[in-house]
């Protein structure tokens, strides 16, 4: 069976790290460019990294970067999100997604595979 699973949300305090996982099974990663996208309570989904196959290139939206880091081990069929100095706005579910090819799609509804999602809360 063909999916991605997100792991690492949870509760962390403001100014706290967490990683987040998301680990393929049923195909390999290697050839798949991977976007990490969150959606927040009554708010649009949005992007907030990505990652070529190679990890050759990276992106990381304006309001993460600096905080957050993407990576991916190929070996291990997964790819992270290291987070950062978290702040409560960064509270959302968050979602990897993976696109067959070297660079990531410009549309959401390109990407071939999602994730359920992980909860992130940042809270004191």
């Known amino acids: 069976q063909v999916q991605l699973v997100e792991s690492g949300g949870g509760l962390v305090q403001p100014g706290g790290s967490l990683r987040l996982s998301c680990a393929a099974s049923?195909?390999?990663?290697?050839?798949?460019?991977i976007g990490w996208f969150r959606q927040a309570p009554g708010k649009e989904r949005e992007g907030v990294s990505c990652?070529?196959?190679?990890?050759?290139?990276?992106y990381a939206a304006d309001s993460v970067k600096g905080r957050f880091t993407i990576s991916r081990d190929n070996a291990k069929n997964t790819v992270y999100l290291q987070m950062n100095s978290l702040k409560p706005e960064d509270t959302a579910v968050y979602y990897c997604?993976?696109?067959?090819?070297?660079?990531?799609?410009?549309?959401?509804?390109?990407?071939?595979?999602w994730g359920q999602g992980t909860q992130v809360t940042v809270s004191s």
């Open positions: 997604a993976a696109k067959y090819g070297i660079i990531w799609p410009l549309e959401e509804d390109e990407y071939d595979y």
């Open positions: 990652i070529s196959s190679s990890a050759g290139t990276t």
């Open positions: 049923g195909f390999t990663l290697d050839y798949y460019a």
